[in-house]
């Protein structure tokens, strides 16, 4: 008597979903969205060499913006603090080093609305 057997099927976990922002054309990489830490900022070097600041807000929405500070110069956004300003509560980052605000949607200092010079390239972000 012969008995059927089942096919072998091998159990593969689920490919945990990855963050990824968009760069000059592609979409880089960064890490698993539970990696972030709400309210901290993470620095991703970039292809071509630039940096982005990538953030996790309170309601569990990701940003990424450039990690250069438009006054000093210095490579520190990921490092700033995370708040919401205005009516609808806006999420921004304040710099850390002479606490500006960034608007995390728009990339606009909230301190010089009218300076395009002074606004932090923004960044579209998407988990695959």
């Not at 569990?60 to 205005?86: M, Q």
């Not at 500006?100 to 606009?108: C, E, I, N, P």
């Given at each position: ?109 909230l301190?010089?609305p ?8 923004v ?6």
């Amino acid at each position: 008597m012969t008995t059927a057997l089942a096919p072998l099927t091998r159990s593969h976990p689920a490919p945990s979903p990855l963050l990824e922002i968009g760069h000059a054309g592609a979409w880089v990489p960064v890490c698993a969205p539970g990696a972030l830490v709400p309210g901290r900022g993470v620095a991703v070097l970039l292809p071509d060499g630039e940096q982005a600041a990538v953030f996790v807000d309170r309601h569990g929405d990701a940003h990424a913006v450039g990690n250069r500070d438009p006054f000093t110069g210095a490579y520190v956004i990921s490092r700033g603090l995370l708040g919401s300003a205005g009516a609808e509560r806006r999420p921004f980052v304040a710099s850390p080093l002479l606490k500006q605000r960034f608007d995390l949607a728009t990339g606009v200092c909230l301190d010089a609305p009218d300076d395009p010079a002074l606004a932090l390239p923004v960044h579209p972000v998407r988990l695959r």
